[in-house]
T-cell receptor, first 109, second 114 residues
Framework: GQQVMQIPQYQHVQEGEDFTTYCNSS?????IQWYKQRPGGHPVFLIQ?????EVKKQKRLTFQFGEAKKNSSLHITATQTTDVGTYFCAGGSQGNLIFGKGTKLSVKP | ETGVTQTPRHLVMGMTNKKSLKCEQHLGHNAMYWYKQSAKKPLELMFVYSLEERVENNSVPSRFSPECPNSSHLFLHLHTLQPEDSALYLC?????????????FGSGTQLSVL
């Protein structure tokens, strides 16, 4: 079946360091969505990418959608303690939305 | 901030109990969802409703019974659950079910089955 693989599973960084999480699909996606879940919280929608090769920025966060629309990445520049949480990608395909397992980010002050 | 409200936040139940989870969305969306979130697993879609009609049921055991009386309210009725059903149950809504874009999640119900 359709799968969305996300790596790494965990990432520990020092505050101020950069962070990247990667998402790979076994099939071509119609869109990719990113969500953030704070500890003890619920997933919150961050962004959606639709076009091949699309790049979008939200302050220190940069989101990319691959040319083949099978992979995506989220890059955070100069992490802060407020970035702590689990980041999920979700790939849209044929009316379904398949979530990755998420990357749990911890930031040491 | 959330336009999707879930109750209760926490629930402990025995295997023979019957309980219900409630979800209400205030966003005017047409689609509502139940997801299960377990440790070390991806979010699992359980049910999808579009304008009160169930459009998807992902092989969920019959001990989970959804109900959608109108487009703003969604329930998940639970009976004779198993310990492995312990998880965070999340309700979500979106504008339409067809595209599954931009889901708004509720705070979830942390369920423990003893």
């Amino acid at each position: 079946g359709q799968q969305v693989m996300q790596i790494p599973q965990y990432q520990h960084v020092q505050e101020g360091e950069d962070f990247t999480t990667y998402c790979n699909s076994s099939t071509t996606l119609s869109n990719i969505q990113w969500y953030k879940q704070r500890p003890g919280g619920h997933p919150v929608f961050l962004i959606q990418l639709v076009k091949s090769g699309e790049v979008k920025k939200q302050k220190r966060l940069t989101f990319q959608f691959g040319e083949a629309k099978k992979n995506s990445s989220l890059h955070i520049t100069a992490t802060q303690t407020t970035d702590v949480g689990t980041y999920f990608c979700a790939g849209g395909s044929q009316g379904n939305l398949i979530f990755g397992k998420g990357t749990k980010l911890s930031v040491k002050p | 901030e959330t336009g999707v409200t879930q109750t209760p936040r926490h629930l402990v139940m025995g295997m023979t109990n019957k309980k219900s989870l409630k979800c209400e969305q205030h966003l005017g969306h047409n689609a509502m969802y139940w997801y299960k979130q377990s440790a070390k697993k991806p979010l699992e879609l359980m049910f999808v409703y579009s304008l009160e009609e169930r459009v998807e049921n992902n092989s969920v055991p019959s001990r989970f019974s959804p109900e959608c009386p109108n487009s703003s309210h969604l329930f998940l009725h639970l009976h004779t659950l198993q310990p492995e059903d312990s998880a965070l149950y999340l309700c979500a809504s979106s504008q339409e079910a067809v595209f599954r874009e931009k889901l708004f999640f509720g705070s979830g119900t942390q369920l423990s089955v003893l």
